[in-house]
């Protein structure tokens, strides 16, 4: 088994200048592909097809979704394409009507027509059948080598929890380390193999220098597709390598962006990016991680796009970070709260209600409390500790509004539900030194193990 310190030697990688607008970023590269068999004669419809596969199974639906409709442009009859569609945009009634009206005309690869129904059950929400289905096949077809790690990532995906007194994974969890170990040991060269290796691992306790390993020779093999150098500057990240783990979000952004995605539908990008100024804090460069933060902050964004999830991340992650920040620093200035809680101010109010306003107003409450209390003015600090505790309520009692509004914010929500425990820990802490140990402790517990391959809610310093 490697160790992290075994391979530390291994993670050296240049200097890459930051950058935060596409206009920088557009050299297009070509996008790899999966060796994946369809019934079309047509090449670039093939090709589409394989780069959108390899898309799904790496997590990057909005670049999926671009080669499927580039597919569907150069063979309309192309039911793979069709089926891409139908996953990476559930609401796209015309690709489900024109799939269900190929398969009545035409006769598929038997593989074939498995993947697209497996497609459709994970479009429809059905992982747990679709799971069940790549499973059956992976056993039956030794050689199905995208069946077995498809079914290791969805046995992952339906319970990623560990005991959070023992470490141990659960009954799934357990399922995909054994399969992935065993597709491992008999595939040791298989890049898809390795990347599911270390894709699995990423929310355990501990991370080992096997999965750092893997995750390198996915790097390395799918050298232009910015998933793998995401997960690779996730692991290091968790493993406290944040200037190495910089250095490969930093690369994940830029191959993210020359794939010809518009920016306001690049997920990959903004998290990319976000993952790159959290890990640049951490590494102790305080200026350039402020300064891609600024950067991030002075793009648009506008009503329309609040719901999206490019959307999503920005208001909840980007326009927040500032403030995230700061509380992962020490004898903070008023000054620089007020300019981190402007950040967090959108320039045109929403129409409609902003949670994340509730964060920002706890935020900053909670770090001035902390100023406060550095100048001796204990009750100004009392006061705004109030402040602070009022926002969080109202914060956690719009969970079920806020996962109306989007199913898509559960998550955000519940990062910032803990960024707002620490800050007001952190305050209650310095306010009441007598008592500091419980909440250091309370801090401690209200920290999460990062996952889904977003920067951590606090950096750690």
Same mark, same amino acid.
């Given at each position: 088994?490697?160790?992290?310190?075994q391979?530390?030697?291994?993670?050296?990688?240049?200097?890459?200048?930051?950058?935060?607008?596409?206009?920088?970023?557009?050299?297009?590269?070509?996008?790899?592909?999966?060796?994946?068999?369809?019934?079309?004669?047509?090449? #670039?419809?093939?090709?589409?097809?394989?780069?959108?596969?390899?898309?799904?199974?790496?997590?990057?639906?909005?670049?999926?979704?671009?080669?499927?409709?580039?597919?569907?442009?150069?063979?309309?009859?192309?039911?793979?394409?069709?089926?891409?569609?139908?996953?990476?945009?559930?609401?796209?009634?015309?690709?489900?009507?024109?799939?269900?009206?190929?398969?009545?005309q035409?006769?598929?690869?038997?593989?074939? #027509?498995?993947?697209?129904?497996? +497609?459709?059950?994970?479009?429809?929400?059905?992982?747990?059948?679709?799971?069940?289905?790549?499973?059956?096949?992976?056993?039956?077809?030794?050689?199905?080598?995208?069946?077995?790690v498809?079914?290791?990532?969805?046995?992952?995906?339906?319970?990623?929890?560990?005991?959070?007194?023992?470490?141990?994974?659960?009954?799934?969890?357990?399922?995909?380390?054994?399969?992935?170990?065993?597709?491992?040991?008999?595939?040791?060269?298989?890049?898809l193999?390795?990347?599911?290796?270390?894709?699995?691992?990423?929310?355990?306790?501990?991370?080992?220098?096997?999965?750092?390993?893997?995750?390198?020779?996915?790097?390395?093999?799918?050298?232009?597709?910015?998933?793998?150098?995401?997960?690779?500057?996730?692991?290091?990240s968790?493993?406290?390598?944040?200037?190495?783990?910089?250095?490969?979000?930093?690369?994940?952004?830029?191959?993210?962006?020359?794939?010809?995605?518009? +920016?306001?539908?690049?997920?990959q990008?903004?998290?990319?990016?976000?993952c790159?100024?959290?890990?640049?804090?951490?590494?102790?460069?305080?200026?350039e991680?402020?300064?891609?933060?600024?950067?991030?902050?002075?793009?648009?964004?506008?009503?329309?796009?609040?719901? #999206?999830?490019?959307?999503?991340?920005?208001?909840?992650?980007?326009?927040?970070?500032?403030?995230?920040?700061?509380?992962?620093?020490?004898?903070?200035?008023?000054?620089?709260i007020?300019?981190?809680?402007?950040?967090? #101010?959108?320039?045109?109010?929403?129409?409609?209600?902003?949670?994340?306003?509730?964060?920002?107003?706890?935020?900053?409450?909670?770090?001035?409390?902390?100023?406060?209390v550095?100048?001796?003015?204990?009750?100004?600090?009392?006061?705004?500790?109030?402040?602070?505790?009022?926002?969080?309520?109202?914060?956690?009692?719009s969970?079920?509004?806020?996962?109306?509004?989007?199913? +898509?914010?559960?998550?955000?929500?519940?990062?910032?539900?803990?960024?707002?425990?620490?800050?007001?820990?952190?305050?209650?802490?310095?306010?009441?030194?007598?008592?500091?140990?419980?909440?250091?402790?309370?801090?401690?517990?209200?920290?999460?193990?990062?996952?889904?391959?977003l920067?951590?809610?606090?950096p750690?310093?």
């Open positions: 088994m490697f160790h992290v310190e391979i530390t030697a291994l993670l050296a990688v240049p200097a890459i200048a930051i950058t935060a607008t596409a206009q920088d970023e557009s050299a297009q590269i070509p996008a790899p592909t999966l060796a994946f068999p369809i019934s079309t004669e047509n090449s #670039t419809a093939q090709s589409e097809c394989q780069a959108g596969l390899l898309d799904l199974l790496m997590g990057w639906d909005e670049s999926a979704q671009n080669h499927f409709q580039q597919a569907v442009a150069a063979d309309n009859t192309c039911a793979f394409a069709y089926a891409g569609l139908c996953l990476t945009n559930k609401s796209d009634t015309h690709a489900r009507a024109t799939l269900k009206e190929i398969l009545s035409v006769t598929l690869l038997p593989h074939e #027509t498995f993947y697209i129904e497996c +497609l459709l059950k994970l479009s429809a929400g059905h992982y747990t059948d679709a799971c069940q289905d790549f499973i059956a096949r992976a056993n039956q077809y030794r050689a199905d080598k995208i069946a077995a498809w079914a290791v990532i969805l046995l992952h995906s339906l319970d990623i929890s560990y005991d959070p007194i023992t470490g141990d994974a659960s009954d799934k969890q357990m399922e995909a380390m054994n399969r992935i170990a065993t597709l491992c040991e008999q595939y040791p060269d298989d890049a193999i390795a990347y599911a290796r270390a894709y699995i691992e990423q929310s355990a306790p501990q991370i080992s220098g096997d999965a750092i390993a893997s995750a390198m020779q996915a790097a390395e093999a799918f050298s232009t597709h910015p998933a793998p150098q995401h997960l690779m500057g996730h692991l290091l968790r493993t406290q390598h944040h200037e190495e783990a910089a250095g490969y979000f930093n690369k994940a952004a830029l191959l993210a962006s020359q794939r010809g995605l518009p +920016l306001d539908d690049s997920v990008w903004w998290k990319s990016r976000t790159e100024a959290t890990a640049l804090l951490a590494a102790g460069k305080k200026k991680a402020s300064a891609l933060s600024q950067k991030l902050n002075a793009l648009p964004l506008i009503e329309a796009q609040r719901h #999206t999830p490019v959307g999503i991340i920005r208001r909840w992650e980007v326009n927040l970070l500032p403030l995230r920040f700061l509380v992962a620093e020490q004898n903070v200035q008023q000054q620089a007020s300019a981190a809680a402007l950040a967090a #101010t959108p320039k045109t109010p929403w129409k409609q209600q902003d949670y994340a306003i509730y964060v920002r107003d706890c935020l900053r409450a909670a770090l001035t409390a902390q100023a406060k550095s100048q001796g003015k204990r009750a100004d600090a009392q006061h705004s500790l109030r402040i602070a505790e009022s926002a969080k309520e109202i914060l956690d009692s969970y079920e509004a806020i996962a109306a509004e989007s199913p +898509l914010l559960i998550t955000h929500f519940y990062r910032a539900q803990e960024a707002c425990s620490i800050a007001i820990n952190q305050a209650k802490a310095q306010l009441y030194p007598h008592t500091r140990e419980i909440w250091i402790q309370n801090i401690e517990s209200a920290k999460k193990l990062p996952s889904l391959m920067p951590p809610v606090i750690s310093l």
